[in-house]
Each structure stands twice: as structure tokens, then as C-alpha cells.
């Protein structure tokens, strides 16, 4: 999928992208022509259905690693299917969404209170690691660097779970 | 558009190196789908062909057990794969190897679970085109495809791979169950155009395990030929159920290197041979 741009019929080129912030995520395309800027916003259930498709936003440098799609897609899998290189794995349908994933995941600044990492560990192990890391998404998004239990009530509701 | 045709193409790349695609399939859940596949693959190894086993049921996967290899842990190598290899050689790729142990049930990551049904179908059909493409099968004279119940797992199927060969029908001789194999049937023939290579009756009888008679399951009937009749496909032949066979597959081990004189075995071992043939019908 191209943008044009209307005036001078070029198609545009991916300049920037923001997010995801609890889901969601922009992406800002640019003509090259006239320097014009335009940006496509996806809500939740549009970003994780792009990256179920494993294509990557403004096209691929380097060919898809093998089965990457499946193995970064997962909640949680077995660490022995770890990337060939260290760079590789987590990178589902985009460098610019994984990498911005990635980019979210260190949990620097993020406190847990004692109460809320006991409610954590209470969750199913196998989906811990994707629980916490959406709490902390949600917790840092609202610029807060402390979940406690009344954080994880209120983004109870949105885990769907 | 172009990543999407490159995914084909590397597919594509990929399936070159193998002569048939078998998809097994039923439109019931719990008729024996998975032991047959394990079975045919064992006898079909046996007579020299070459055979691999795809687990394509992502949520309930248990070929790698069935097969003996349930610790396996597939490894990047080389821009593919590695498949697991049981005792005879055989190559086997499931969705259980790459979950942390049989307990762990499959989740895909997303900021939320809620809605997942307008992204989940999507996101396994890229997961079954990549273990399909980027697992090293080498080359292969025939791959088993064990699908998950469901009458439209072999549209979804067909949509990935244009050029399957055909479709083996696993059903129990009871009316419940062939009333929905017989919608799979039709979705096959006349939907998807997928050429069924056979139906096969399971669990057809019990065997004693002492004096070796069988039991009826379901009572004298002939209702799985009548079935095919019915379809004009062809019936290849029944495996009753041997207690032996279950135990085995539980185990990861072969039934027909323990139990070859059992009629389970015979049976198999005859539905393996028709297979066969279909086979190279096709390729000739």
C-alpha cells in the first residue's frame, strides 16, 4: 500500500513513526516532492492486525528472518528458539513497530508495589511476561512510575483478560 | 503487496524440494486424525518413501509427542528451520515446539486478548505459512498435513498452498461424526476442489487384547463405505482401535516396529500402500 500525493502525483515515502502508545500508533508519511507530511493512525485492533499479516511498514532492508512472524508473535515461547543473530526475532511486521516495541519494553522508571507484583505472579506464568510488559506500556504512557493495584484496576478492564 | 508476494515466493522456493502435499483432515474433532497421520508417516517411511509430518492444528498441537520428539526445540539455521527428526528419519514441525512446555497453551501477544478474533485467524495463517516455508523439510516424497478440526481448516489451507495435492478423510463409523465428515467431504470437492485421496474408517472395532477379536464399536454397519459411495471417493479400508497403537503414540514410539502382525498394523500398512499409489498416479 502506497499514499500519493494528490498535486504532484509521487507516491510518498515512510518518514517517521510514533508509538505504539497503549495500541496505538502513527505513521507519518512525507512526498518528496513538496515536503508535505501526512500521518495514518491505527487503533489498537488495526496495529496488531498489520502485524499479524508479518509485512513490515515502508518495506524490508534485510529478508524476513525464518519464521518470524510466529516466534515474535508469541505471548510467550521457549527460549531456545531465540534468534539466529542477537538483532533478529522480536521484529513482526515492522522494523519501525517492532522496533518502537522494543524500544518500550526496558522497564527503567517503573516501580512495582509489593501488592501488585503479588497480584502479577498470581496470573498464569505463560502470559505474565505479556501482561507486564502491557501494564508497564500503560503505566508509562500515563507517565506514572509506580503500578500498584489501583493501576492494575484500571487497565484491568482493557487485558481482556 | 510485494512483502506478501515474497512470502509466497519463499514458499514457494521451499515446496519445490517436495513431491505431495496430503493434507488429513475431518470435520469432527476426536475421530483419530493425529494417529493416522503419525501412523501413515511411520509406514509410509517404512516403504522407502520419504515422508514428513506438518502439525497444523496450532492450538492443540501433539504430532512432536506423537512422534517421539517432544523435547525438540527447532533452531535458527541457515535462513530456515531446523526440523526435528525422530528415530526413523522423519521430519516433523508443530507449533509445540516452539511454546515453553505441553502445558503452555498458545497466546499471541497483543496490548489486548479482547477482539482478538478479528486478528487471531490472521495471525495463525501467517504462523502455518511459515512453518510451512521456512522449516528445512529437505527433500521429501510426500508431506502429511495433520489439520485441526473444522470444515473450513482446508479452504484456509488451500489459500497457502494452491498446489495440494489432496486430502485423506479420517472419520469413526458413527452417524454423528459422518454427518459432519460428509460436509467436509463436499467443502472439499466442491468448494475447494481438493481431490480426496480416500476416507478412512477409525476406531472401527475393538481389539482383545489377548484373543485379538474384534468388537464393533458402533455395531455391524457398512455406513463409512456407503459414505464414499455416496461422495464417489475412494474407501481405504479400517483401523480398529488397539489400545497398543494409543499407548505408542503416547509414547512416541513406533506401533508397527512393535505390533506389525496386529490387524491395526495390517490395516495401516495397507492404507499406507494406497497412499502410495494415489501418489504416483498423480506424479505420472
Known amino acids: 500500500m502506497k499514499f500519493l500525493c494528490v498535486p504532484c502525483d509521487q507516491p510518498m515515502n515512510l518518514h517517521s513513526t510514533h508509538g505504539p502508545f497503549d495500541g496505538t500508533m502513527s505513521i507519518v508519511y512525507e512526498c518528496p516532492s513538496c515536503d508535505v507530511q501526512m500521518a495514518m493512525l491505527t487503533n489498537k485492533a488495526e496495529t496488531q492486525m498489520v502485524r499479524s499479516l508479518g509485512v513490515k511498514i515502508g518495506g524490508r532492508t534485510a529478508p524476513a528472518e525464518p519464521m518470524e512472524t510466529l516466534r515474535s508473535s508469541l505471548a510467550v515461547s521457549h527460549e531456545e528458539s531465540a534468534s539466529e543473530s542477537s538483532s533478529g526475532g522480536r521484529c513482526p511486521f515492522t522494523g519501525v513497530i517492532s522496533d518502537a516495541m522494543a524500544a518500550a519494553e526496558p522497564e527503567a522508571g517503573i516501580h512495582w508495589s509489593p501488592e501488585a507484583l503479588t497480584r502479577l505472579e498470581a496470573i498464569p506464568s505463560y502470559i505474565q511476561p505479556m501482561v507486564k510488559r502491557n501494564i508497564e506500556d500503560y503505566a508509562r504512557d500515563r507517565g506514572l512510575s509506580e503500578i500498584d493495584e489501583g493501576v492494575m484496576d484500571a487497565m484491568k478492564g482493557q487485558l481482556g483478560m | ?284
Open chain 2, 1 to 284: 503487496m510485494g512483502q506478501v508476494a515474497e512470502q509466497h515466493d519463499r514458499l514457494g522456493r521451499r515446496l519445490k524440494r517436495i513431491g505431495s502435499m496430503i493434507a488429513v483432515m475431518s470435520g469432527k474433532g476426536g475421530v483419530g486424525k493425529s494417529t493416522v497421520t503419525a501412523s501413515l508417516a511411520d509406514a509410509l517411511t517404512r516403504k522407502g518413501i520419504c515422508t514428513g509430518v506438518l502439525d497444523a492444528d496450532l492450538n492443540g498441537p501433539c504430532m512432536a509427542r506423537m512422534m517421539g520428539v517432544p523435547d525438540f526445540k527447532p533452531s535458527p539455521k541457515n535462513g530456515s528451520m531446523t526440523a526435528a527428526r525422530n528415530e526413523f528419519g522423519i521430519p516433523v514441525m508443530s507449533m509445540g515446539m516452539f511454546l515453553p512446555d505441553e502445558r503452555t497453551p498458545l497466546v499471541w501477544d497483543a496490548n489486548s486478548q479482547r477482539g482478538a478474533y478479528t486478528w487471531r485467524s490472521m495471525v495463525e495463517m501467517s504462523a502455518l505459512r511459515e512453518l510451512l516455508s521456512d522449516t528445512e523439510w529437505g527433500d521429501l516424497d510426500v508431506l502429511l498435513i495433520d489439520l485441526p478440526p473444522g470444515a473450513e481448516r482446508l479452504q484456509n489451507l488451500v489459500d497457502l498452498l494452491p498446489n495440494l495435492a489432496g486430502a485423506i478423510v479420517v472419520t469413526t463409523p458413527s452417524v454423528v461424526a459422518m454427518k459432519v465428515v460428509g460436509r467436509s467431504i463436499s467443502m472439499a470437492t466442491d468448494i475447494t476442489n481438493v481431490e480426496v485421496v480416500g476416507i478412512i474408517e477409525n476406531m472401527s472395532a475393538v481389539v482383545g487384547p489377548a484373543c485379538g477379536h474384534q468388537d464393533k464399536f458402533f455395531g455391524e454397519t457398512s455406513m463409512v463405505e456407503d459414505l464414499a459411495a455416496a461422495h464417489d471417493v475412494p474407501y481405504l479400508g479400517k483401523i480398529p482401535f488397539d489400545h497398543r497403537l494409543a499407548d505408542c503414540l503416547d509414547h512416541g514410539q513406533s506401533y508397527l516396529q512393535t505390533h506389525r502382525s496386529k490387524p491395526a498394523a495390517t490395516a495401516i500398512l495397507s492404507i499406507a500402500e494406497q497412499v502410495f499409489s494415489w501418489t504416483k498416479t498423480k506424479s505420472s
